[in-house]
Each structure stands twice: as structure tokens, then as C-alpha cells.
């Protein structure tokens, strides 16, 4: 076997993670990862970056045709020349990192456990185009609560899966891997680790798969927290199709949700649009290019966090570029995009997302950032055993990366009349 393409040092030992995978097994053992990128791979990244062909500027002095020339060249500037990767591999490194096998794939996980008992167990979804890498942060508010403002009573364990396509998990081979197959597989993660009760929270693809669990309610699912939830009424769903003005009788919040959602939908779903229809010729580009692939999310990066429509009032450079050298080093822009293939419902709609069938407590935590401002109106009429809604003060799509402190006191609030 060529070490070029990874290492295993004994039966169910430590796994290397390198350029184009690590060894896959049927095996359902707990094996540790290490993240190992070969010095080859980021050499090369470096070449494609300082030899980027660049486009011509924009015509607008705003960002209504994409990411700015000037943005790009800064970020990329940094990219090829100072930015390290080693220091995320090392800050990866340092955390708990696992691989099992379930339904056929070999899953990445994250899991760290409390120092105090009784912790509650806690399962993070991450989302696209984020990664396991926006709830980093979060770890130590979450586990050590007594360190962050909490008490002993609000800690979690916190298991953090990178989804399958994404990251480090191994790829999908075939069709099928959607929101439903991802929550039943999380259901068996979370049983392997000998956990019985537990809850489920995300954003993004993360709120999509905690309401397919909330639907398909597994022994031992206390609840499910969202910070981007599927509240849109049919009716208003009907009107943003057909590009109608926004309906009367809507209150002022409720108004500007509409306006927000009118505008994704007319200015802003291209990206959404190519992965639903071409995953793989889109994947062609973002995996052979970097800048293609950077600026395809500082898109969304910018448009999509509280900051403005400048990421990097909310993130920082290394953050960002942490995120898409992730994307760059796993080869995972088309596996990644499959997922809106697989599942291209509109995550908005409460009736095409059967929010009503859900059957567990849900929490909701509106960000003022977000990709809309979900109504509490709309929550109640969508989420028929609502228990928790809370509006916040800052923080956007990417919650628990941009805000972790907050985003912790949220799921220690939504969760704590669940604990046993």
C-alpha cells in the first residue's frame, strides 16, 4: 500500500488524514484521526494561487455583481504568500478526533466531553460553506460553562460530525445521502457513543437535518435546537415564487422577512441554483481553482454574516481562509454541493419541510444576521411544539462561529428545561 495516500499504524488505530483521503473501513470500532497534509499539497496551492488569472473589475461600486476585485486580491495576496494551514491542523489536532463507519461511509467526528457530570450530550451539524471548523469556538462555552458565565448545570458533551462529502468524511459513492439518511446516521453516532438521551442543533444544512430528526424522533431525542428554521407559511412561500408583491396584512416583522427572502430568492439563490442542477460541473472549477473556489464563498461568506457585507468585520482572514483551505486540502467542492442535488426543497418553507410533523421540542434563536429574520408568528404557526424563541442582538448565518459566547448561552437556555 502507498503511504502517499495514507498511513494506518495497527488495526483500529490512528488514522492520517492526507490530500486525497484516508483508509476507509466497513469497521463500526472508534478509531482517532490526525490531520497530516502533505507540504506537497499546500506547495501546490501556493502555485495555483500566485498564478491566478484574474478578472476584470466589476463596473458597480457595490457588491450586487459578486465579491470585489479588490477583496480577492487582498485575500488572496495573504493566502499565497503568509497564511499557514499548520496552525489549524495543530488547533484540530489538539481536539478529540474520531472515525467510525456508519451505513457504509466512514464518518469524521469531533467529541469532547465536559469535565462536569451530568453534562448534557450535545450533537453540532455544521452547514455549507462552513465546516466542523464554525463551532471550534463554541467547544469551550459549551463544555466548561463555569469558565464562560454559565454554571456546572449547563454543561454539554459536544459531538461534532463533518457531513458526509464534506471535510473529512469519506464521500458518497451514490445517490441517497440526504437530510433523512444523514439524521438516522447521526442517530447511530450518537447510540455508539453510548449516549441514550441527547439533543440536536444547527444552522444551515445542520437546522434542515435536526428537523428530519425532530421528525423522525429516534428513542432518546430530547429536542432540537435551529438558528435558521423553516417557518415561511405556504401562502407567502407562493407569493415569493410568483414574484408578488409581499401580501397584505403582514406585520412590520413579518414584512421584513418577506423583503429578505424576495431578495434571496430575485438577487442572491444563483449559487444555490447551480449545486441544486449541475453539482459536478460546478465542482470542476471550485476544485481545480482557488480563487474560483474562494471567491464562490467570500460570497456568501459576505453576504451572509453580521458584518455588513464585509466578512471580515465578523471573521477573521485566517478563519475564513481555515475554511476553504478545508474545502481545497479534501477535494470536497462537488461532493459537498451534491447535498443540494440530493435534497433541493426550499429549507424555508415550513409545508415542503414538514416542520408540523416534527414530534420533539424545538428552540428557535433568530440572528440578526441571518439569511432572514424568521417571525415568531410564522415559528408558532410552523413549529407545533415550539418551547423556546429568542431574538437576538448580533451575530448572522454562521452563529456559533461568529458569536460562540452567545451562541452557548442561547443552547444553554433553549436546553435547559430538558435536562434530566
Same mark, same amino acid.
Given at each position: 500500500?502507498?503511504t502517499?495516500?495514507?498511513?494506518?499504524?495497527?488495526?483500529g488505530? #490512528?488514522m492520517?488524514?492526507?490530500?486525497?483521503g484516508?483508509?476507509?473501513?466497513?469497521?463500526?470500532?472508534?478509531?482517532?484521526?490526525?490531520?497530516?497534509?502533505?507540504?506537497?499539497?499546500l506547495?501546490e496551492?501556493?502555485?495555483?494561487?500566485?498564478?491566478?488569472?484574474?478578472v476584470?473589475?466589476?463596473?458597480?461600486?457595490?457588491?450586487?455583481?459578486?465579491v470585489? #476585485?479588490?477583496?480577492?486580491?487582498r485575500?488572496?495576496?495573504y493566502?499565497g504568500?503568509?497564511?499557514?494551514?499548520?496552525n489549524?491542523?495543530?488547533?484540530?489536532?489538539?481536539?478529540?478526533?474520531?472515525?467510525t463507519?456508519?451505513?457504509?461511509?466512514?464518518?469524521?467526528?469531533?467529541?469532547?466531553?465536559?469535565?462536569?457530570?451530568n453534562?448534557?450530550?450535545?450533537?453540532?451539524?455544521?452547514?455549507?460553506?462552513?465546516?466542523?471548523?464554525?463551532?471550534?469556538k463554541?467547544?469551550?462555552?459549551?463544555?466548561?460553562?463555569?469558565?464562560?458565565?454559565?454554571?456546572?448545570?449547563?454543561?454539554?458533551?459536544?459531538?461534532?460530525?463533518?457531513m458526509?462529502?464534506?471535510?473529512?468524511?469519506?464521500k458518497?459513492?451514490?445517490?441517497?445521502?440526504?437530510?433523512?439518511?444523514m439524521?438516522?446516521?447521526?442517530?447511530?453516532?450518537?447510540?455508539?457513543?453510548?449516549?441514550?438521551?441527547? $439533543?440536536?442543533?444547527g444552522?444551515?444544512?445542520?437546522?434542515v437535518v435536526?428537523?428530519?430528526?425532530?421528525?423522525?424522533?429516534?428513542?432518546?431525542?430530547?429536542?432540537?435546537h $435551529?438558528?435558521?428554521?423553516a417557518?415561511?407559511?405556504?401562502?407567502?412561500?407562493?407569493?415569493?415564487?410568483?414574484?408578488d408583491l409581499?401580501?397584505?396584512g403582514l406585520?412590520?416583522k413579518?414584512?421584513?422577512?418577506?423583503?429578505?427572502?424576495?431578495?434571496?430568492?430575485?438577487?442572491?439563490?444563483?449559487?444555490a441554483?447551480?449545486?441544486?442542477?449541475?453539482?459536478?460541473?460546478?465542482?470542476?472549477? #471550485?476544485?481545480?481553482?482557488?480563487?474560483?473556489?474562494?471567491?464562490?464563498?467570500?460570497?456568501?461568506f459576505n453576504?451572509?454574516?453580521?458584518?455588513g457585507?464585509?466578512?471580515?468585520?465578523?471573521?477573521?482572514?485566517?478563519?475564513?481562509?481555515?475554511?476553504?483551505?478545508?474545502?481545497? $486540502?479534501t477535494?470536497?467542492?462537488?461532493?459537498?454541493?451534491?447535498?443540494?442535488?440530493?435534497?433541493?426543497?426550499?429549507?424555508?418553507?415550513? $409545508?415542503?419541510q414538514?416542520?408540523?410533523?416534527?414530534?420533539?421540542?424545538?428552540?428557535?434563536?433568530?440572528?440578526?444576521?441571518?439569511?432572514?429574520?424568521?417571525?415568531?408568528?410564522w415559528?408558532?404557526r410552523?413549529?407545533?411544539?415550539?418551547?423556546?424563541?429568542?431574538?437576538v442582538?448580533?451575530?448572522?448565518?454562521?452563529?456559533?462561529?461568529?458569536?460562540?459566547?452567545?451562541?452557548?448561552?442561547?443552547?444553554?437556555a433553549?436546553?435547559?428545561?430538558?435536562?434530566?
Amino acid at each position: 500500500m502507498k503511504t502517499n495516500i495514507v498511513k494506518t499504524l495497527a488495526a483500529g488505530a #490512528l488514522m492520517l488524514f492526507t490530500a486525497t483521503g484516508f483508509a476507509q473501513s466497513k469497521s463500526e470500532a472508534i478509531r482517532p484521526f490526525h490531520i497530516n497534509v502533505p507540504e506537497q499539497t499546500l506547495t501546490e496551492l501556493r502555485q495555483r494561487i500566485n498564478a491566478t488569472k484574474w478578472v476584470d473589475k466589476e463596473t458597480v461600486n457595490d457588491q450586487s455583481q459578486g465579491v470585489k #476585485l479588490e477583496q480577492m486580491q487582498r485575500l488572496l495576496k495573504y493566502w499565497g504568500t503568509d497564511y499557514d494551514w499548520r496552525n489549524v491542523e495543530a488547533k484540530l489536532n489538539a481536539l478529540p478526533q474520531f472515525v467510525t463507519n456508519i451505513d457504509g461511509l466512514d464518518i469524521h467526528f469531533i467529541h469532547v466531553r465536559s469535565k462536569h457530570k451530568n453534562a448534557m450530550p450535545l450533537l453540532l451539524t455544521h452547514g455549507w460553506p462552513g465546516s466542523v471548523l464554525e463551532m471550534v469556538k463554541a467547544i469551550g462555552p459549551l463544555t466548561d460553562p463555569t469558565k464562560y458565565g454559565g454554571t456546572a448545570d449547563d454543561a454539554f458533551d459536544v459531538v461534532i460530525p463533518s457531513m458526509p462529502g464534506y471535510g473529512f468524511s469519506e464521500k458518497p459513492k451514490e445517490p441517497g445521502w440526504g437530510v433523512e439518511r444523514m439524521g438516522r446516521a447521526w442517530d447511530v453516532l450518537m447510540k455508539r457513543l453510548d449516549y441514550q438521551h441527547y $439533543v440536536s442543533q444547527g444552522g444551515d444544512w445542520g437546522a434542515v437535518v435536526a428537523d428530519a430528526m425532530g421528525r423522525q424522533a429516534p428513542e432518546g431525542l430530547l429536542g432540537i435546537h $435551529v438558528n435558521m428554521p423553516a417557518t415561511v407559511p405556504a401562502d407567502i412561500a407562493n407569493a415569493l415564487k410568483n414574484g408578488d408583491l409581499a401580501p397584505a396584512g403582514l406585520s412590520d416583522k413579518e414584512k421584513a422577512a418577506y423583503a429578505s427572502l424576495n431578495k434571496l430568492y430575485t438577487r442572491g439563490a444563483g449559487y444555490a441554483g447551480m449545486m441544486v442542477t449541475r453539482p459536478e460541473t460546478l465542482g470542476f472549477g #471550485l476544485t481545480d481553482s482557488p480563487v474560483a473556489l474562494a471567491s464562490f464563498f467570500m460570497d456568501k461568506f459576505n453576504d451572509w454574516t453580521y458584518s455588513g457585507g464585509n466578512a471580515e468585520k465578523s471573521l477573521t482572514k485566517d478563519e475564513i481562509l481555515d475554511d476553504i483551505t478545508l474545502y481545497w $486540502v479534501t477535494g470536497t467542492a462537488a461532493s459537498a454541493a451534491q447535498l443540494y442535488w440530493e435534497n433541493n426543497n426550499n429549507n424555508f418553507n415550513a $409545508v415542503e419541510q414538514k416542520t408540523n410533523e416534527i414530534k420533539v421540542p424545538v428552540a428557535i434563536t433568530v440572528f440578526p444576521g441571518e439569511i432572514y429574520q424568521a417571525p415568531k408568528t410564522w415559528a408558532e404557526r410552523a413549529y407545533p411544539h415550539l418551547t423556546y424563541f429568542n431574538e437576538v442582538k448580533k451575530g448572522g448565518h454562521f452563529a456559533a462561529w461568529e458569536e460562540p459566547q452567545l451562541f452557548a448561552e442561547e443552547l444553554r437556555a433553549a436546553f435547559k428545561p430538558l435536562r434530566k
